[in-house]
């Protein structure tokens, strides 16, 4: 099979397993929120196939999820959220996947996870809660607190399972 039909193919898995995670597993934390355990998947795409197998199957994932479900509401907010996210951790675990310092590649790829997450999800997520419903930034930003630090919790655990298995699984999939 060519490379761009096997990349394609497994970013529609990734797609697929990032709604399962999503739909199946849900741990509650606070309130009305859950962990979302999508982001697990996600990190392990932007780890193993790159940035952008890894934003597709968060974003396109999070689209899929929020229409089974009927949570269209934040859907805008999250899925734009989760482009920046993707985005930004794809680029730099590629960077750190280079470093020989395990303790200088987790602190930066600790870093990336909290800022692009903060960004992601505190900003422009807010943000555009913020427009399209008509609701104060500090308000829309207030309640996304909680799904910032869940988020955060779910991409900084899934680093080791990224890491431990990132050979393993091209190998598998001969990509």
Not at 110 to 123: E, P
């Amino acid at each position: 099979m060519k490379k761009s039909i096997k990349f394609i193919a497994l970013t529609g898995i990734g797609i697929a397993l990032f709604v399962t995670f999503t739909l199946c597993l849900q741990v509650p934390v606070f309130e009305n929120y859950y962990l979302c355990l999508g982001y697990i998947v996600m990190a392990v795409y932007c780890y193993s196939m790159g940035a952008v197998s890894g934003t597709i199957a968060g974003c396109a994932g999070t689209f899929l999820y929020c229409v089974l479900t009927g949570g269209m509401r934040g859907m805008p907010g999250w899925v734009i959220g989760n482009l920046v996210i993707g985005i930004t951790l794809g680029l730099t675990f590629k960077k750190t996947k280079i470093l020989n310092q395990l303790w200088l590649k987790a602190i930066i790829n600790f870093l990336a996870i909290a800022i692009s997450t903060a960004v992601g999800i505190l900003v422009l997520k807010s943000f555009t809660e913020c427009i399209l419903y008509a609701q104060p930034f500090a308000l829309r930003a207030g309640k996304n607190v909680f799904a910032f630090v869940a988020d955060v919790f779910v991409l900084e655990v899934s680093l080791p399972l990224c890491m431990g298995i990132d050979g393993k699984l091209l190998r598998i999939m001969k990509f």
